[in-house]
């Protein structure tokens, strides 16, 4: 957070919530292939704001776990 600042954090969650909405579909947990394709997406929002290399593999495991969690408060 100290190197990335509030500014920069704040473009990122916003790039990924708008991307994670767009690409998500009905079974998006249970298809290992459209899992495959939303890490991938994290990692290029990730990469494109310079997000730290070594903590990104946890970043990506936070983001998919949240989106899950968004999901399923959104279809609910």
Request: hydrophobic share 40%.
């Amino acid at each position: 957070m100290k190197i990335l600042g509030d500014e920069v954090l704040r473009k990122i969650a916003h790039e990924l919530v708008e991307q994670i909405r767009k690409n998500v579909t009905i079974d998006w947990t249970v298809k290992e292939s459209v899992k495959a394709k939303i890490r991938v997406m994290v990692k290029r929002i990730l990469t494109k704001y310079n997000y730290p290399p070594d903590k990104q593999p946890n970043a990506v495991v936070t983001i998919l776990e949240q989106a899950e969690i968004l999901c399923a408060e959104i279809s609910s």
